[in-house]
């Protein structure tokens, strides 16, 4: 059964909003793709179902946006619900652990290097660099600096390789 049937909806195109079914057929379409990046950002199974299982309940309860946005807003759903979850508190980047980090983790495939790094690194490495928030948007949703942003990037760039100590 679809969720379009499951709650008992039609299509509607010729509204300028998405619709309820609207919803549910893009998180048909891209649940893989939104479930990855629930993964991401909670580095937890049981906490990335939680944040991605509450999505059709946020679409469906009467949320709209316009059709251009519907994705957008998703993924965006997705973060909060991820930063919710996790209440993350920026630590000091510990450049020492830096080089032994990423030099023991390179071998490891690259979605491990980013499950590996701190709930912090990990949000900020992901909404940063993979989503493509500007850094005042990431500073905003996380309760931080645009500077604490920037330089908690870099240091999970480090963390992860791709920059060298």
Known sequence: MSCLNAHGMSKNRNSQ??????FCELLMDDSRGLYLLSILL????ENAELCF??????CIGG????HKWAHSWTRRTIVR??????????????????????????????????LALDDFERL???LSVLEEYADQNCADLL????????????CALKHIGHLDS
């Open 81 to 114: 619900n991820a930063v919710r979850m996790l209440t993350p508190n920026p630590g000091p980047c510990e450049s020492e652990s830096t080089a032994a980090f990423a030099a023991t983790s390179l071998q490891e495939p690259f979605l491990a290097r980013v």
């Open 53 to 58: 299982n509450i999505i059709p309940y946020v």
């Open 124 to 126: 900020v490495y992901v």
């Open 143 to 154: 309760g931080v600096s645009p500077q604490r942003i920037r330089d908690t990037r870099n």
């Open 42 to 45: 909670t580095a937890d199974r």
């Open 17 to 22: 909003f998405t619709t309820s079914a609207d």
């Open 63 to 66: 949320n709209s946006a316009s």
